[in-house]
């Protein structure tokens, strides 16, 4: 049977029910964490920047709204706007540095920038300034990061012409932690004491904001001392948790396709670019359509597997642009049949931190390169 295939056949399943139920955990999880320190339920910030983790930005900011999620947040200016031209009008907060050409998005979609420079703050006080307002921000420190923020040892130098700026108003302060996901790191704990430490110098500064937040997915799963009053999560909103944790979530994506060819390979015959897989007894040997120009990463031929029939099939030879090949010796493949490369098949799972693992990467940055020629399917 050779089964018709409209369009190209791999896709990415985005469960948008998965994706609110996620949220629900993660809030249920921080408001538990609160409750048992007598401090109000934290607000879930949720990050869908860098194309909602490949899950596609648009479609997941309007779920996460729609699921009641207070403010998102993106890398840039540019994927805010896409956001407010797409219906989104929940605040979204901006991470990113701003450079100074590209701040008139911030007052015409009403963006929530991140002061994280001297210079940062000139520019966005001139801008209001300039438009008659006051802008809410949220203003980063950096406690050890060393990557944005304005450093944790230096607030009196830096930040008072924020505090005096009357066109800047600090909504709330925020941290970003470097070894979260280091199970027992001792930075962890020190960037924690290093924020903690902030409040009083910022009330002596006379910046008195309305909320603190500073965890990302780890720091959640880690550490209730870390909610504050929001928490920022990413990676674990699509399901896929960095460190091990009982907090309720799944995966939201999965990745699917299907077989376009079958051959036989004679004994002694190689497959691919290289001719790499070289096997000594006959193989069958399946074609995927999908390639490392859809981020099908090339460290996966001769490491990861792919579901077939219910069945694990290692990758063989080497991963090519637009197609991989598989073994389903004695698997009885067919044309057409479903291979899934992320998610579950019958009782066998394959999961992107399984992934990530076989080839050395982080699951983020599997998710981020699932490619643009790869259709999301909402459901
Ligand atoms: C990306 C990002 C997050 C989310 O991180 P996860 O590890 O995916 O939860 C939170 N805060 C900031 C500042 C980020 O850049």
Redesign the pocket.
Known sequence: MEAVIAGRPTRARIDLNVLGANFRAIAAWTAEGAAASGRPAPGVVA?V?ANA?GHGAVRVALALQAAGAPML?C?DIEEAVALREAGVTVPILV?GALSVGDLDGIFTHRLTPTVATPSAAVALGDAAARRGVRLRCHV?IDTGMNRLGFRHDNLRRTLPPVAASPHLQVEAV?T?FAT??VAGDPDFDEQRARFDAVGPVLAEIGIVPAAWHAA???A?IRDARTHYDAV??????YGVP?LPTTMPVEPVMSLTSRIVAVKGLRPGEGVSYGLRFRPDTPRTIAVVPCGYADGIDIRLGGRGAVLVRGRRAPVVGAVCMDMFMVDVTGFGAEIGDEVVIIGRQGAERVTVGEMAATIGTIP?ELLCRVGHRIERVYE
């Open positions: 990050v920047k983790y947040a890398a991470f980063k925020f970003h979260a996901d990302n997915s780890a959640i920022r999560p990413g990676l674990v909103l960095p983020y």
